[in-house]
C-alpha cells in the first residue's frame, strides 16, 4: 500500500492544492493521511472528506515581536514530537507539504524517518516556512518560472499550482439561485482570502451604493467581519467563507475583486475571470502578494491596486475600467496555454515515493 501524508495550514491557500491533489492520488492508488494544526482552518476543511486526521502542536516563527514568540518555540519542539509519532506510526512512502509554519515539524520529523518529502511553493519568492523545509525535501513544486531561481536546479519542478476540479464545473444560475440575486444584472464577486481583509472590505462598502446602481455584489468577507447593518441590502450577499457553492459563485461572477494569494489567482487564471488584485502589503506580509500580483499584471492578466494606494474612489475606477476591458483580459488569460497542474505534481510525488515502494 503507498501511503502519503498530506500537510499544510494557516490560510485556505495551504489547504485548496492539497485537497486538490486527493481525486488523483486516490487513483493511483495512495491511501492519504493529513497532518495539520489542533484549531487551523485545515481541520474543518478536511473534516469534508473521508481522510484521517492528525492535529499537531504548532508555532510561528515571526520576525517581529511578539509575546507568543517566547511560547511558540516550545509548541514547535512539542509539534515536532507529535509528527515524529505519527509518521512513525503511519509509515507513509512520502510526505507532501504546501506550506505554511505547521508543517515545519512535520518536514523535518519525515526527515529523521528518512521519508521522502515534496514541497510546493505556490509563490514567486519562497517564504520562511518553505525556506527551512527546503533543505529536507526531495522535490519541490513550483507555480512561477521566477521561483527557479530561488531553488536548488536538482529539486526544482515547475508544475503551476494544483486547482479543484469542482471549480470548473461551476454554473452561474445555481449561484445567482444561491445567493438570491438575478439573472439580469453582472456580479462582482469580492474575495478578501480566507481570513478576511478589512481594508478591501471598507473600501467595496464604502462604494456599495454606486456598484449597485450597475451590479450585484458577492462579498467572502472573512470569519467575524460580516457588517450586520448591511444584511438584507437588495443585490449584496456577505458570507465569511464559502467552500462546497464557491465554485457556483465563480461560475455567477462576471469579474473579481481579490487579494493575490497565489492558489486564489491561479484559479481566476484557470477559469479566465477579469480580476482586481489588491495585494498585501509590505506592512503585512512579506511582499509575496506584491509580487504576484505584479507578474499577472505584467502579463495582462489583471488590474492591480496596491493597498497603500487603495482608495474608495480608485477601486470604483477600477472597475469600471475592468469592465469595459473584460474581454482583452479574458483573451489574455485564454492565451496563456495554463494547464492544470493536478497530473504535473501528482507525477513528481509518485517518482519522490518510488524509491521507498521499491525498499518495501
Known amino acids: 500500500m503507498k501511503r502519503i501524508i498530506l500537510t499544510g495550514g494557516g490560510t485556505a491557500g495551504h489547504v485548496t492544492p492539497n485537497i486538490a491533489l486527493i481525486p488523483e492520488l486516490q487513483k493511483r492508488g495512495f491511501e492519504i493521511h493529513y497532518i495539520g494544526s489542533k484549531t487551523g482552518i485545515e481541520k474543518e476543511l478536511i473534516s469534508n472528506f473521508d481522510i484521517p486526521y492528525y492535529g499537531i502542536s504548532s508555532g510561528k516563527l515571526r520576525r517581529y515581536f511578539d509575546v507568543k514568540n517566547f511560547t511558540d518555540p516550545f509548541r514547535i519542539i512539542k509539534g515536532y514530537a507529535e509528527a515524529d509519532k505519527i509518521i512513525k506510526k503511519i509509515k507513509p512512502s512520502v510526505v507532501f507539504s504546501k506550506g505554511g509554519f505547521v508543517t515545519v515539524p512535520v518536514v523535518k520529523a519525515a526527515k529523521r524517518r528518512h521519508v521522502p518529502c515534496v514541497l510546493h511553493e505556490s509563490d514567486i519568492s519562497p517564504g520562511l516556512a518553505n525556506r527551512l523545509c527546503i533543505p529536507s525535501a526531495t522535490a519541490i513544486c513550483a507555480n512561477f518560472p521566477e521561483t527557479l531561481e530561488h531553488l536548488p536546479e536538482e529539486k526544482a519542478h515547475l508544475t ?85 457553492e464557491l465554485c457556483d459563485l465563480l461560475g455567477a461572477a462576471d469579474f473579481v475583486i481579490s487579494r493575490a494569494g497565489a492558489n486564489a489567482i491561479c484559479e481566476l487564471l484557470a477559469l479566465h ?53 473584460k474581454q482583452m483580459y479574458k483573451d489574455a488569460m485564454a492565451a496563456s496555454n495554463q494547464q492544470d497542474a493536478v497530473v504535473r505534481v501528482a507525477d513528481v510525488i509518485e517518482k519522490a515515493a518510488a524509491p521507498s515502494d521499491e525498499e518495501e
Open 160 to 244: 503551476g499550482s494544483p486547482i479543484r476540479s469542482e471549480l470548473f464545473s461551476g454554473n452561474r444560475l445555481k449561484g445567482l439561485d444561491f445567493c438570491n440575486l438575478s439573472a439580469e444584472k453582472p456580479v462582482i464577486l469580492v474575495i478578501g482570502g480566507s481570513l478576511g481583509s478589512v481594508r478591501v472590505n471598507e473600501a467595496v462598502r464604502a462604494i456599495l451604493p454606486q456598484l449597485l446602481e450597475k451590479y450585484q455584489v458577492i462579498h467572502l468577507c472573512g470569519k467575524g467581519k460580516i457588517d450586520e447593518t448591511l444584511q438584507g441590502t437588495d443585490g449584496y450577499v456577505q458570507f465569511e467563507y464559502i467552500q462546497k
Open 273 to 325: 475571470k477579469p480580476n482586481i488584485l489588491i495585494p498585501l502589503s509590505l506592512e503585512a506580509s512579506r511582499g509575496d502578494q506584491i509580487l504576484n500580483a505584479d507578474s499577472f499584471e505584467k502579463q495582462g492578466f489583471s488590474y492591480v491596486i496596491r493597498e497603500e494606494d487603495l482608495t474608495s474612489e480608485g477601486l470604483l475606477e477600477a472597475v469600471r475600467y475592468v469592465d469595459e476591458r
